[in-house]
């Protein structure tokens, strides 16, 4: 939903006095006006300080008997990230799919064992734009969240299937959101999947197969999509998901780099760890993003104007300039959705955006402060 419709459908949630704004709510792009109904209607929460790494890095059981596979409920949120969803529907993070930041490094780190910097580097940006930095609550796919009798029509409400912000196009097994529909496993696309896994994996998915999957998953969109847009941060995210299911989806007893396609499937559509599965040995993070990127190399860009007019942007961070991935994240996505923000709303931003910088604290970046130290 574009940014005049999902504003068209704030406003009218004004106009009904039962319908309350969820807890998980996004606040990016809001208007002043809209920020002052808003605001009075949430409970504050001082956010939790990001978990630190763990003592014990090894691989162990993590669909065990405290977290058994259950289905998904009916009023469950689920979005585009696999791995979120299954360590939702494990019971790593609450089944429901609304968590705090900090359950939720909490938990890749516990599932999946993801490295502690990376888990709190990529939480707290889909957070400052996607999540309630109020309230501390971070919806994991997105809903409605208008409740009430006669409610407007229905939006998504922040999370993380809002799109352009931290979702993006070109995902391994949900489809653009220029079709309809970014966020729910998408059949053709895992076809396609398993296509390649059969060509240059020999039946499994790896890094050979992630570099050409990856490949065809940019041309398509390029042909396909008029708004396909490959820009940081997606640049670097649609890499480094092509990463994650050979790093946190095999067996941490296993050694190979191989994923078998039914484990796979299992994550992807049925959000589902596989029996007796353990997680990584030893914390994880983008390993082998570098022979992804290099197996076809291209700049960051988008189509103008139409399908197959694929334009390189220059202002775009690129693998060659991580800090000003960082630079541009918070001076113009983060200060583009929060302008001129005062009061209680300013505190937050500041400490989730120091929270954001400590998961990078030794990249050599240096910090920046859009509102001020």
């Not at 002043?32 to 001082?46: C, G, K, V, Y």
């Not at 060659?320 to 541009?328: A, D, G, K, P, Q």
């Amino acid at each position: 939903m574009r940014g005049a419709a999902r504003f068209a459908v704030l406003i009218a949630l004004f106009t009904h006095a039962a319908i309350a704004f969820p807890a998980y709510g996004s606040l990016a792009g809001l208007t002043r006006e809209q920020l002052d109904e808003i605001l009075p209607t949430l409970e504050i929460r001082e956010p939790g300080k990001p978990p630190g790494p763990l003592k014990d890095t090894s691989a162990k059981l993590v669909n065990d008997k405290a977290h058994p596979w259950k289905p998904v409920a009916p009023a469950d949120i689920r979005g585009p990230c696999p791995g979120l969803n299954t360590l939702a529907s494990h019971g790593w993070l609450p089944r429901n799919g609304i968590a705090s930041p900090s359950e939720i490094i909490t938990a890749v780190q516990e599932g999946f064992n993801m490295d502690n910097g990376l888990a709190i580097f990529v939480t707290y940006a889909a957070h400052l734009v996607d999540g309630n930095i109020l309230t501390d609550k971070l919806s994991i796919g997105g809903k409605t969240g208008l409740t009430g009798p006669n409610p407007p029509a229905p939006a998504i409400v922040g999370g993380l299937n809002t799109h352009a912000v931290f979702e993006g196009d070109t995902s391994m097994t949900r489809g653009d959101f220029f079709f309809g529909n970014n966020h729910d496993f998408n059949e053709t696309l895992f076809d396609e999947f398993v296509d390649f896994s059969n060509r240059f994996g020999a039946g499994k998915y790896n890094l050979t197969v992630a570099g050409e999957f990856r490949w065809q998953r940019i041309q398509d969109s390029i042909a396909t999509n008029p708004e396909f847009s490959f820009v940081s941060p997606r640049f670097f995210t649609a890499y480094a998901e092509s990463t994650f299911p050979i790093n946190f989806f095999i067996d941490g007893r296993q050694t190979d780099g191989q994923l078998d396609l039914t484990v796979a499937r299992g994550f992807f559509q049925n959000s589902r760890m596989p029996d007796d599965f353990h997680r990584a040995n030893g914390t994880r993070g983008t390993e082998g993003i570098d022979l992804v990127a290099e197996a076809h190399p291209i700049e960051p860009g988008s189509n103008v104007g139409g399908v197959n007019n694929y334009v390189v942007d220059p202002t775009s961070a690129d693998f060659s300039t991580f800090c000003l991935l960082y630079e541009n994240f918070v001076n113009k996505t983060v200060k583009g959705l929060y302008p001129n923000p005062t009061g209680a709303l300013r505190k937050a931003l500041n400490t989730n955006l120091g929270f954001f910088f400590s998961g990078i604290s030794d990249s050599g970046c240096t910090q920046v402060f859009p509102y001020g130290k």
